[in-house]
């Protein structure tokens, strides 16, 4: 059993059919890529924004406590419980109660979490009275939970219920023509909390946000522009903005390029020579640009930064030759 995956490209319908709908919604992604602020953005965009928007760190909390945590308990329930405590299910009522770390949720209790669901009613532990709610439910994981699921550590049932609606977050390496988007969104953001007027990068950072693999997703992305915020002294980020510790990494990348003798091979091509010069070398490009597409998988960010070429650059060969980035 694989875990589904969503396109980059279609993340936005998905987005709208939850935000538009009280189904439950399992988010999916490496660590940083914004899972709990998606979580958060869609709740805000739905009819219940209204309401409590309750975050469940399942991963932070002791194992023991994680069934009072969200059930809540009454008092004399066990040794300690010396009175009365509401559930964070309960603290929900009306809003979302977002579920993080859903992985690390204990397998004797995604039982009483899949008769929640399914009945929308708790019993505080120690308790015997049923709670109705009225909660939206919406989980998120870094783990590939369908591979859970089928090593028997996850709850076939549980997991089919939470993924009414499944999105799959993407590393921010492959979200190429988002990345504009997200660093003035950050920017404007930040900027606005500082209470500056910072209008725009630099081209020289765009180039090394651009050519950068950004391991810590949104999250890295985040944290730079922050800092670069608070640092700028104008109305435009420079690279003397950046934070020390990212312009050394970046630095170690681009000095890693420039200093590599051998380069790996990913192919061999054989095709007629003909008198005309420029025609042969634009299908040896084509060739070129279409292979090392296809070794990582369409990626475009990826691409560039691997076979050692500006993305704009990239993109424009694209859109010239009409390569399908998706084959």
């Known amino acids: 059993m694989s875990q589904p995956k969503t396109s980059c490209s279609g993340l936005e319908k998905l987005i709208k059919i939850a935000r538009n709908s009280d189904a439950t919604v399992m988010i999916t992604g490496a660590?940083?890529?914004?899972?709990?602020?998606?979580?958060r953005q869609i709740h805000l965009e739905s009819e219940r924004k209204s309401r409590p928007f309750v975050v469940v760190n399942l991963a932070s909390i002791h194992e023991g406590t994680i069934e009072s945590e969200l059930f809540g308990h009454e008092r004399g329930a066990f040794t300690g419980a010396d009175q009365k405590r509401m559930g964070r299910l309960e603290l929900a009522q009306g809003g979302t109660v977002f579920l993080d770390e859903i992985g690390e949720l204990p397998l004797r209790l995604q039982a009483r979490l899949?008769?929640?669901?399914?009945?929308?009613k708790v019993i505080p532990?120690?308790?015997?009275?049923?709670?109705?709610?009225?909660?939206?439910?919406?989980?998120?994981?870094?783990?590939?939970?369908?591979?859970?699921?089928?090593?028997?550590?996850?709850?076939?049932?549980?997991?089919?219920?939470?993924?009414?609606?499944?999105?799959?977050?993407?590393?921010?390496?492959?979200?190429?023509?988002?990345?504009g988007d997200l660093v003035?969104?950050?920017?404007?953001?930040?900027?606005?909390?500082?209470?500056?007027?910072?209008?725009?990068?630099?081209?020289?950072?765009?180039?090394?946000f651009e050519s950068y693999d950004w391991p810590g997703n949104l999250r890295e992305l985040r944290n730079v522009i922050e800092y670069a915020v608070l640092a700028c002294e104008g109305t435009e980020i420079t690279l003397a903005d950046l934070p020390a510790s990212f312009t050394r990494r970046t630095s170690r990348i681009e000095l890693k390029?420039?200093?590599?003798?051998?380069y790996?091979?990913?192919?061999?091509?054989?095709?007629?020579?003909?008198?005309?010069?420029?025609?042969?070398?634009?299908?040896?490009?084509?060739?070129?640009?279409?292979?090392?597409?296809?070794?990582?998988?369409?990626?475009?960010?990826?691409?560039?930064?691997?076979?050692?070429?500006?993305?704009?650059?990239?993109?424009?060969?694209?859109?010239?030759?009409?390569?399908?980035?998706?084959?």
């Open 31 to 39: 660590t940083g890529t914004g899972k709990t602020s998606l979580a």
């Open 114 to 120: 899949l008769d929640f669901i399914q009945s929308r």
């Open 125 to 179: 532990v120690g308790g015997n009275r049923e709670v109705q709610l009225d909660v939206r439910v919406i989980a998120a994981t870094h783990r590939d939970i369908w591979e859970a699921a089928a090593r028997g550590e996850f709850r076939e049932d549980l997991l089919h219920r939470l993924c009414v609606v499944s999105i799959n977050l993407c590393p921010l390496s492959e979200r190429g023509e988002e990345l």
């Open 184 to 208: 003035h969104g950050c920017l404007d953001e930040f900027a606005g909390r500082a209470g500056k007027l910072i209008y725009r990068i630099s081209t020289a950072v765009a180039e090394v």
């Open 257 to 262: 390029k420039s200093t590599a003798f051998a």
């Open 264 to 327: 790996p091979i990913f192919g061999t091509v054989e095709m007629p020579l003909t008198l005309s010069y420029q025609d042969t070398i634009s299908r040896l490009e084509r060739e070129y640009f279409e292979r090392a597409l296809r070794r990582n998988g369409g990626r475009i960010n990826r691409t560039a930064q691997q076979i050692g070429i500006n993305k704009t650059t990239l993109l424009r060969r694209i859109k010239a030759y009409g390569i399908d980035v998706l084959q």
